[in-house]
């Protein structure tokens, strides 16, 4: 008996950074130390990771992350700085009061705001707040040590609020609010990135909670930052790899899907119907409805076919190990989906969210609707055609012949 254990599409994005939280769980919870040669990226360990994934976040153009990343680098070095000062226990807790407030507000704010990546026009404004964190955090740690900063900081952290360690009640409400900004983004959308801000906050909290134990504290650390650039790696690659309208693989992923086909494939090119015209008329948000619904009919496509956005309104649909002859039907049923739908056009006052849709749809007569349909040409490798670029090239020539014979069918 086979069991088949398919993580839902929906819950994939989380699946790295929950195996990156359980590992650092389960390392510090055994005690795991380091071998005595590799003693210093116990310290310095944390720290390069996670300026590791500020630079993937930089080099990638994620503002949200950079924010974090950033954030976390800083906060890192700052707390392991002032530990190395003589007398510096004050200082010590000044900086861990202040990173467990600065760091999640600085979450919660990139959450909040728009993404608008790195570099844009409003960007130094980011670097004024950093500027007036770091000079903030450098005069409460300076208290006592100079006629500046003067001692009246001791008694503002020895505040029931801001008592610590552990994370002291103002970070809590802090880091409970960048939770819920990321958690509220994560849970819609569903992307890597934004459940790895999940992800990256909770490290991030379980690490300040067990600040005392240093080993804990950079296990933590160093898994806050892993998340974060996993999460990245993983959103840029969804970006390459998938039409954001659509929700389809884009061609990028069809041909890497090309070149691991076995000696049996079939593929079609499929063209929405006067599409130009069409979105001529009615409008670019309108056309984006046909083509999220003609890819919504292609996603469901059987026979094992794969549908794909190819560009502009022209889709992919491969049929790994199927015959043409066995491909047909299925693509003819496809067809006719698409014919027999007619779409409801979303007005201005429509909700954006399905759902809302799908219920106000029951309440309210359906407004004005259009129908549209879609050619399709298909070829199989065989003898003349034995590669994936043949047959593909194949199947846009049978497209050509399935619109000049006057569209709304299957040409081979």
Not at 22 to 30: F, G, H, K, N
Not at 40 to 52: Q, T
Not at 169 to 197: C, N, T
Request: net charge positive.
């Amino acid at each position: 008996m086979t069991l088949n254990f398919a993580i839902p599409p929906t819950l994939r994005p989380a699946f790295a950074p929950a195996v990156i939280l359980v590992a650092a769980a389960l390392v510090a919870a055994i005690g795991w130390k380091l071998p005595p040669e590799l003693k210093g990226l116990h310290a310095l360990g944390p720290g390069l990771v996670i300026l590791l994934a500020a630079a993937v976040s930089l080099w990638f153009n994620r503002g949200r992350a950079f924010v974090a990343s950033a954030s976390l680098v800083a906060a890192y070095a700052a707390y392991h700085f002032v530990l190395q000062l003589e007398g510096g226990l004050f200082a010590a807790k000044a900086v861990y009061t202040a990173l467990v407030v600065v760091v999640p507000f600085n979450i919660l704010l990139a959450l909040v705001l728009p993404e608008r990546g790195v570099s844009h026009h409003h960007n130094y404004r980011w670097l004024l707040l950093a500027a007036i964190e770091v000079l903030l955090v450098a005069w409460i740690a300076a208290a006592g040590r100079s006629g500046l900063s003067g001692a009246a900081w001791y008694d503002v952290l020895d505040h029931w609020l801001l008592r610590s360690p552990p994370t002291p009640l103002v970070g809590r409400l802090m880091f409970a609010a960048a939770f819920i900004a990321a958690a509220a983004r994560a849970w819609p959308r569903h992307s890597p990135l934004d459940i790895g801000m999940v992800g990256a906050v909770t490290a991030f909290f379980i690490a300040c909670e067990w600040v005392r134990a240093s080993d804990a504290f950079s296990i933590f650390m160093t898994a806050a930052g892993a998340v974060l650039l996993v999460s990245v790696l993983q959103e840029s690659h969804r970006l390459a790899f998938h039409d954001e309208l659509t929700g389809l693989p884009a061609r990028r992923a069809l041909d890497e899907r090309l070149r691991a086909l076995g000696p049996t494939y079939t593929i079609a090119m499929v063209d929405v119907d006067h599409f130009k015209k069409f979105n001529d008329k009615h409008g670019h948000d309108i056309g984006d409805q046909v083509l999220k619904l003609v890819a919504a009919r292609l996603s469901e496509v059987g026979g094992g076919g794969k549908a794909f956005r190819y560009g502009g309104e022209e889709f992919a649909v491969l049929f790994a190990d199927r015959t043409l002859k066995q491909a047909k039907s299925h693509l003819e049923r496809i067809r006719e989906s698409i014919e027999d739908y007619a779409m409801e056009v979303r007005s201005d006052d429509r909700p954006k969210d399905p759902e809302s849709g799908i219920r106000r749809r029951h309440v309210h007569r359906p407004g004005r609707t259009l129908s549209v349909t879609v050619s399709i040409g298909v070829a199989e490798k065989d003898g003349k055609l034995g590669t994936p670029s043949l047959v593909l090239k194949a199947a846009d020539e049978a497209l050509y012949r399935a619109k000049k014979g006057g569209r709304n069918r299957v040409s081979r």
